[in-house]
């Protein structure tokens, strides 16, 4: 009798196990903005593969794919209203929601920083208030944005600054600000479509992160990078708030702390592809053009100015102009 006894009590605690394990392991399903191909979709689908390995049987992100499965900039609401539980995206597709993105746009800090300085707590909280998300992180930070045009560039006498009257221009919601301060003539887009767009002449120029521009194949075209670059990528990982809330505490922390690693990892490996891409660059033909020393304050000047007073007046339409000092201090002190 002892035997069968225990017997049966193996089995069930057996069967007990393999249950709750079964019920254990919470499932997010992920989307990113951009193509696989590009270097900060790697990094984001490596940050997957490393919370996949180190939450087996307690969490793991399923990746439906990028702009393909949802569009690029419909994914942050879909991630808000719970079609997907997660989103790697810039912030800056949802910055009239959250306007406090605005500073990563502006920061001169990287992630590591800002989360020891509680700038990383501020953004999370804005997140949850405005926008039903979870701000896990800020992933690839510290890249900066340049302009490539296709013509030679011409700079404006009276300020030295690029002069981009009559230049049609890809635009996207980082932009949009500074480059109407330049006077350009914009064209909203995807960066999926900015390929065909400069091959037919719809545009003639592009913004994009100083690394990148050889993965998009955008370098058949832009000849030209204008010097010095300016802001800081925004990319973040964000999840839907009730989503989040509703996972074991264990499944959070994991996800926390390798967002957390990610944020230092991520950052050092992209200012160390800098060099990198800069040579593949030069080696294609590509020129790069600065601006003279006054110019060149006079652009980051317009540049920095821009983002900040759109900054200021989204959150004085929400009631919280009076954050915006504290941001300032936090990003970009």
């Known amino acids: 009798m002892k035997k069968i006894t225990g017997l049966i009590l193996g089995t069930v605690m057996s069967l007990t196990a393999v249950a709750k394990s079964a019920v254990a ?27 996949n390995k180190r939450g087996e049987g307690v969490v793991r992100i399923n990746v439906r794919g990028g702009p393909e499965a949802i569009k690029m900039f419909e994914q942050p609401k879909a991630v808000r209203d719970g079609v997907v539980d997660m989103v790697h995206t810039p912030g800056s597709f949802y910055g009239a929601e959250v306007p406090e993105i605005d500073a990563m746009v502006a920061s001169t800090n990287t992630a590591e920083v800002t989360r020891k300085n509680g700038g990383t707590a501020m953004m999370d909280a804005a997140h949850q208030k405005r926008f039903n998300v979870k701000y896990l992180g800020w992933i690839d930070s510290g890249v900066g944005f340049n302009l490539f045009t296709v013509n030679p560039p011409k700079f404006r006498e009276s300020d030295g600054v690029l002069d981009l009257a ?19 003539t914009t064209s909203p887009m995807p960066s999926t479509e900015a390929y065909g767009a400069l091959e037919k002449g719809v545009i003639d120029a592009v913004p994009w992160t100083a690394i990148g521009i050889t993965d998009l194949k955008w370098d058949k075209f832009v000849k030209y990078m204008i010097m010095p670059s300016f802001y800081s990528t925004d990319l973040g990982i964000i999840v839907n708030l009730d989503r989040w809330n509703s996972l074991s505490s264990e499944a959070r922390k994991i996800l926390e702390e390798v967002t957390i690693e990610w944020e230092i990892k991520s950052s050092a490996d992209r200012q160390a592809d800098i060099q990198k891409y800069f040579d593949a660059y030069k080696s294609g033909g590509m020129e790069f053009v600065s601006h003279s020393e006054k110019g060149a304050q006079n652009y980051l000047k317009l540049a920095y100015d821009s983002v900040w007073a759109r900054a200021s007046e989204r959150m004085e339409a929400k009631g919280s102009g009076a954050d915006i000092a504290k941001l300032r201090q936090l990003y970009a002190p």
Do not use: C, Q, W
């Open 25 to 51: 392991e919470e499932v997010l399903n992920a989307v990113h903005a951009f193509p696989p191909f590009l270097v900060y979709t790697k990094t984001f689908l490596a940050y997957v593969d490393e919370v």
């Open 166 to 184: 009559g230049v049609k221009i890809r635009d996207n919601p980082i932009y949009t600000a500074f480059l109407k301060s330049l006077e350009a």
